[in-house]
């Protein structure tokens, strides 16, 4: 079975803290992502990594920086936490190939930042 | 520019009571669209890839359709525990390897016993 898996379900996080939350992939997947879901904004990408040691900005990276240095493992950073990053964070990973390039999910992760 | 756009927001059924959801795309050439189910609280969870217009998948009471301006999701007699957000997604040609998909909003199902 596919599996992607985030370090937390649940984090509470200081205003001004800096803040990891970490995604691994047992796939072999070349393709990392990270999102932020938010009720009535849907899915929106902050970054995401087509091979280790690259990343790409997605449509909302400011406060955010990421890191891949190993292929099964994709970390996202708040550098400084602030309440308007109070989120569910979801990481995903897909394959690059022409078919069966559907991504998966972790099962999120709930960050409140007080 | 590539979009998708779900309907409705919303909906409501009756167990038993079938229906369908619609995800229309406008997108400059398709590499596949994808459908997830999501529960409160959870990460999506991958259901289906359709490649092709004409193409169909199935699994339990969900069947998958898609043609050249939309896909449906078709539910036949729902049962409470398909409860869910069902999210439609799209894989552009133009974003070639990198795998970047196109969200739609979702539509978030009840069913009601």
């Known amino acids: 079975d596919v599996k992607v898996t985030q370090s937390s379900r649940y984090l509470v996080k200081r205003t001004g803290e800096k803040v990891f939350l970490e995604c691994v992939q047992d796939?072999?997947?070349?393709?990392m992502f990270w999102y932020r879901q938010d009720p009535g904004l849907g899915l929106r990408l902050i970054y995401f990594?087509?091979?280790?040691?690259?990343?790409e900005k997605g449509d909302i990276p400011e406060g955010y920086s990421v890191s891949r240095e190993k292929k099964e493992r994709f970390s996202l950073i708040l550098e400084s936490a602030s309440t308007n990053q109070t989120s569910m964070y979801l990481c995903?990973?897909?394959?690059?190939?022409?078919?069966?390039?559907?991504?998966?999910f972790g099962q999120g992760t709930r960050l409140t930042v007080v | 520019e590539d979009q998708v756009t779900q309907s409705p927001e919303a909906l409501r059924l009756q167990e038993g009571e079938s229906s369908s959801l619609n995800c229309s795309y406008t997108?400059?050439?398709?590499?596949?669209l994808f459908w997830y189910r999501q529960d409160p609280g959870k990460g999506p969870e991958f259901l289906f890839t359709?490649?092709?217009a004409g193409e169909e998948k199935e699994k339990e009471r969900l069947k998958a359709t898609l043609t050249k301006k939309e896909s449906f999701l078709h539910i036949t007699a729902p049962k409470p525990e398909d409860s869910a957000t069902y999210l439609c997604?799209?894989?552009?040609?133009?974003?070639?390897?990198?795998?970047?998909?196109?969200f739609g909003q979702g539509t978030t199902l009840q069913v009601k016993p």
């Open positions: 995903a990973s897909s394959l690059q190939a022409t078919v069966n390039t559907e991504a998966f």
């Open positions: 796939m072999d997947h070349e393709n």
């Open positions: 990594s087509y091979d280790v040691k690259m990343k």
């Open positions: 997108v400059s050439g398709l590499r596949g």
């Open positions: 359709l490649y092709s």
């Open positions: 997604a799209l894989h552009p040609r133009g974003s070639s390897n990198t795998g970047k998909l196109i």
